[in-house]
């Protein structure tokens, strides 16, 4: 394994060992302190503790059903979607990796998001705009570049910040995704991504489309998910575009 790949793995592993302990300690702190002023900081701590531990374990088994939920995804159906399924096959054999869940979204907005854990509990999720508008070799693009989050644990820290994020006033919550996501999240999956394809112009196409749509898929509110999503708010499409370009 190259050495950048396995720094870029043990920093999301550390990344998301932090969002949990974050999690068991707010908790830790809000039952102390509430405890503290109804009278007893002992009984306090000791539910805080209790309390906080049952946090920890809901960010780290449920982030991913909640990410998808919160897309409002739905399984892609093997029949209906079969170009899908067929070309994630291909490009995970290729990879070295275990096929993903597959989730749909319906909206024309073209984007794709990824969550789990692991490269064995992943799920790539694709808007019904983007099936429909890409060519294949775009959308093998797209879905080269969601797959290097998974190879790359990019999918962990991320995912496990989903539950924090949607109890966060905007400001904690942008700092939040934006740590969680690590430094050029979506640049770096657009170059593993073409290492995987051997072809940039399929991956430069597919996100011209996506800026021509413009940046985001309406979530419904859902701001806790911003951060997973392909046509991130928060990295230059232009910008990505571009460096696409040079290789």
């Given at each position: ?32 302190v509430l405890g503290a002023l109804a009278g ?116 962990l820290p991320a995912t496990l910040a989903v ?49 021509h749509e413009g940046t985001g898929v309406p ?29």
């Amino acid at each position: 394994m190259p050495e950048d790949l396995t720094t870029r793995i043990a920093a999301n592993k550390r990344r998301a060992t932090a969002l949990v302990a974050a999690a068991v300690v707010l908790v830790l702190v809000i039952v102390t302190v509430l405890g503290a002023l109804a009278g007893s900081a002992v009984l306090g701590l000791i539910f805080g503790i209790v309390v906080g531990a049952i946090a920890g374990a809901v960010v780290w088994t449920q982030s991913t059903s909640l990410a998808l939920s919160m897309a409002r995804a739905v399984p892609a159906d093997e029949e209906q979607q079969a170009r899908l399924h067929n070309l994630v096959e291909g490009l995970c054999a290729a990879a070295g990796l275990p096929k993903p869940a597959l989730y749909i979204v319906e909206t024309g907005r073209p984007d794709a998001l990824t969550v789990g854990r692991s490269p064995r509990e992943a799920a790539v999720v694709c808007t019904t705009g983007l099936l429909d508008s890409l060519t294949r070799m775009e959308l093998e693009g797209v879905v080269a570049h969601e797959l290097s989050h998974v190879k790359n644990y990019d999918i962990l820290p991320a995912t496990l910040a989903v539950p924090l994020a949607g109890v966060l006033p905007p400001a904690l919550r942008r700092a939040l995704m934006q740590w969680a996501a690590g430094a050029h999240r979506e640049a770096v999956g657009d170059v593993s991504g073409v290492a995987l394809t051997r072809y940039p112009p399929g991956l430069i196409a597919a996100l011209e489309k996506l800026r021509h749509e413009g940046t985001g898929v309406p979530n419904h509110g859902r701001k806790a998910i911003d951060h997973l999503w392909l046509d991130s708010p928060a990295e230059d499409v232009d910008e990505r575009i571009a460096a696409l370009r040079e290789l």
